[in-house]
T-cell receptor
Framework: DSGVTQTPKHLITATGQRVTLRCSPR?????VYWYQQSLDQGLQFLIQ???????AKGNILERFSAQQFPDLHSELNLSSLELGDSALYFC???????????????FGEGSWLTVV | GIQVEQSPPDLILQEGANSTLRCNFS?????LQWFHQNPWGQLINLFY???GTKQNGRLSATTVATERYSLLYISSSQTTDSGVYFC??????????????FGTGTRLKVLA
């Protein structure tokens, strides 16, 4: 158990709908990252938050948004869903913002999203 | 941006065999980790190893930062070692956008 909690574990929804994925980081971790892994694809970085502020942005679609709340949990909102959005979405956390050595990152178990 | 290449892309072993997985990266890194993604999709931390050598049971890893590569050794492989092994690096110079970049992975299948 990495200590990173993601909900829901599985989600099936229709095209055009909106879903919210939730992540609770490990106790004491201030950074939260979101990654997307499509079928047979590698892990693509979406976005990172540190202590409530956006820190880095990857190839995140405009239909997707995220935020980190004062209690440090994070939510990833996916809207106007398309079939191609079906993927495993991972949340990860670390203590530091990422600009120093020793920044170990830990992943949650992921949220499987299927768009039908 | 930094490129992370892993080899081989696929590997099939008989139970009990040894293997070496390689990760090459194109620029200096602050941090490097190895992960195992099991058949259920879970990403499991194996090593945090930006430089040097570490061992954990049947697994060990070595990173030669000056030559920009890392190796993961699996000895006496077991069927439970099956899955995908990822190397992930956090570049040293990223103009403020710090994030772990993942390699494409090595898919390992261990046969009983």
């Amino acid at each position: 158990d990495s200590g990173v909690t993601q909900t829901p574990k599985h989600l099936i929804t229709a095209t055009g709908q909106r879903v919210t994925l939730r992540c609770s980081p490990r106790s004491g971790d201030l950074s939260v990252y979101w990654y997307q892994q499509s079928l047979d694809q590698g892990l693509q970085f979406l976005i990172q938050y540190y202590n409530g502020e956006e820190r880095a942005k990857g190839n995140i679609l405009e239909r997707f948004s995220a935020q980190q709340f004062p209690d440090l949990h994070s939510e990833l909102n996916l809207s106007s869903l398309e079939l191609g959005d079906s993927a495993l979405y991972f949340c990860a956390s670390s203590v530091a913002p990422g600009d120093r050595t020793g920044n170990t990152i830990y992943f949650g178990e992921g949220s499987w999203l299927t768009v039908v | 941006g930094i490129q992370v290449e892993q080899s081989p892309p696929d590997l099939i072993l008989q139970e009990g065999a040894n293997s070496t997985l390689r990760c090459n990266f194109s620029d200096s890194v602050n941090n490097l980790q190895w992960f195992h993604q099991n058949p259920w999709g879970q990403l499991i931390n194996l090593f945090y190893i930006p430089s040097g050598t570490k061992q954990n049971g049947r697994l060990s890893a070595t990173t030669v930062a000056t030559e920009r590569y890392s190796l993961l050794y699996i000895s006496s492989s077991q069927t439970t070692d099956s899955g995908v092994y990822f190397c992930a690096v956090e570049p040293r110079f990223t103009s403020g956008t710090y994030k772990y970049i993942f390699g494409t992975g090595t898919r390992l299948k261990v046969l009983a």
